[in-house]
């Protein structure tokens, strides 16, 4: 009889293999990375934009702009783009990011000849038809009235722009602000941001060199640079801790989103910070889930985060709560946070976290796609693989000292924005 | 083409093993046969509370989570009207780890009166974040029972009511654990860098010796068709009107399933979209508009959901849908529309081959619909549909008969 109390052995990681990308320059001077892997014919293109020429009198500019590129260009209508897309079998996603704007094409390699095409219309000349838009305005504002009926992102706008006032990564949208977006606003921006210089292209799939031939045969060429453009950058003071408690007195949950400015990924102590996240909030064993969901039934679920963006991070922790316990909720988040500032975690805590995020790093890399999120999660972040090396010595070698001490830099409950929707 | 050997264990317990050696992780996906659909219809909710029950320590292993989280693992489960999916992904090399965890927990669980009495908290959390403090939230929990009159279907896996999950005992616990959690009840898939000569060793090593337990026999009433148009009108906190009409269709192992999908395909999937093209863009009378299908074991829905825009009433929407719809039926499908769906559901299974678990888990589902091969016949049978074919189902199914509406109207 075998005995089942006694856990089989186990071996620690110690190689995790990265499929590194390969650069090359395209005819214009694009960057091209290519992340050659796997065994299905297919691709995956990225067209990465940095967000452009902040102007808080245009805040849905960048967004706008994005969410359009596929509603018309100069040969082919909404209809035609996503029918001649869609006949294909491809999928082309237009995609908003607070730092970068992306569109990317997924496509079988059989028809990258004729898909290719397509995409560089959309890229060099959308036309953002004036019906288009305002379908879209109405659409979205229509959205905007079910997202406000929602507490949580009640709360996320107004923990953003507690962080962020009115920066790109804070400004509450109303639905005045899709009113007043005006085609010609469109125009200019898509001019200054979807040009060479601002976009660098992600490859991956089964990328041969014949694919990244013909990559740089439509985007390498007749794609020219127009005026030049000033990509985004912030800085935010401290936070000093706060409340911002919308009361909704029909509420049977409370939404909590609490935290504080931080320090993005290319800030020496980020690897470190991101096991302290971790212990904290950051799987489903974590000292939040444990005490707030499995030991007192508050919550389904309640979690941590370390966000990056360009040049400055934050750290937040988000839960829906029963209202009846929302307090007590706070009263335990406090605990949790103050307890890693005032007592050493247990070295088998340590080491479970260490094992746990090491094979969570692995399996995160289950495809070429997920090679290359890996790498533009360096690139944006103005880092190299080294990182990564960092990232896993770190996770291997970190102490409880250490922790302690970083708690004691980056977690303080008293600087903490605490935004809560519901009742308290 | 996804690739697997098969073996069965002497207690019953169903082994496939999908070889993948370009990763070096291993998935272990175990299936269980039961869902919301074979719960007591005065104790519904319970196949969900008794997945979070299964988190709550086994009979030799107090924590199922922190052994699996110490050797680099992660795992998650669902609920659904037909199964309980449990599934762990880990570094190849630990997988006996998942062997020990997973043969504990189907021979018995440790039943904790503590456990039940979080997890009931847990879950009528989950009912609440996801059905009763949502704009909307309440939908399937209305048109579930408008559509099913006598089939389970009739609720969600959530539950029909909170209560129902508060009433809970450990009693029904062990009970249903003793009826549905058995090797003969299981489906176990194990994927990644393995290989079947080791899987083999390993499983009758683990789960070899647990009793198989005796084979739940599913004897479910059947839906009567439907033969009259159902309606109910559900006012709520909700910003705008919306519309939800839902249309029986046949069960994921009729071939019927998959002339559906692709209706459902042309109608909703994608911006130059039946649905969307001519109601969101051209008349700019809804704001969004989708088709869905429930993908289920037992004849299933068709779901169409819209939300007009302010102004236009919720009659002329309704008669809107149901223009695009009559159309549908009543005229010719061009080949090339019918080739674009078809081009779009063959890419998409192209891409569906980079996830390890996706794949894993799709073998287990069709293994207990019949045969986990029938998952690599998939785009043969979408592919020798003809317009014929769609235009056929069409008609039967996109009519006042086979339809239940709901309207979730916004209070005034």
Redesign the interface.
Known sequence: ??N??I?????E?N?I?LIQATPRLLDNKIKLFVVNA?????VRIEFIFNNVNWDVNHPLQAFVTNSLL?EGSRTMS??Q???R???????IQAEYGFDQSTVTL???SKHLDEVLPIVKEILTEAIFPQEELE?FV??QK??L??S????DIVTKRIFNHALFGDSIYGYIVNADDYDKVDRNELVEYYRAAYQPDNCIIIASGKVDELIAQKINSFFGNNWENTVPATKNSFSFPETKGSLYYTEKP????SAIRIGQLSIPRNHVDFPALQFLNTVLGG???SRLMANI????????GIGSGLVSLQNVGYFLIAS???ADVCTLTLKEIEKEVNLLRTELIPGEEI???K??M???F??SL????SHADKFKNIYLAGLDYDYYTRYIQTIKHISAPQLLELANKYLDYNSFIIVITGKK | MVNFNRFKLDNGLMVLVHEDPTTPMAVINILYNVGARDENPSKTGFAHLFEHLMFGGSVNIPSYDEPLQRVGGENNAFTSNDITNYYITLPAENLETAFWLESDRMLSLAFSEKSLDVQRNVVSEEFKQRYLNQPYGEVMLKLRPLAYKKHPYMWSTIGKELSHIEEATIEDVKDFFKKHYSPSNAIMVVGGAVTTSEVKILAEKWFGNIHPGEKYVRNLPIEPIQIEERREVFYADVPLDAIYIAFHVPAKTDQGYYEVDLITDMLSRGNSSRLYNNLVKERKLFTDINASLTSSADPGLLIIDGKPVLGVTIEEAELAIWEVLNHFSSEQVAETELNKVKNKIESTMVFAEMSLLDKAMNLAFFEVLGDANDFNKETERYLKISVNDIIQRAKATLTKENSSTLLYLANK
């Open positions: 009889m075998i089942r109390t856990a089989p052995a186990f071996k990681i190689q293999n796997g065994e299905q014919e297919l596929i909404s209809y783009i996503s029918e897309i869609d006949s294909y079998g491809a999928f997924y496509t079988l379908t109405r659409n229509q959205k009235l079910i406000l009926e929602k507490n029909e509420a049977l949950q799987y489903f064993g969901r499995e030991e007192k039934g508050y919550t389904y829906e709560v029963g080491e479970l976290v094992n746990y090491l094979g969570s692995m399996g289950e495809n070429a796609f």
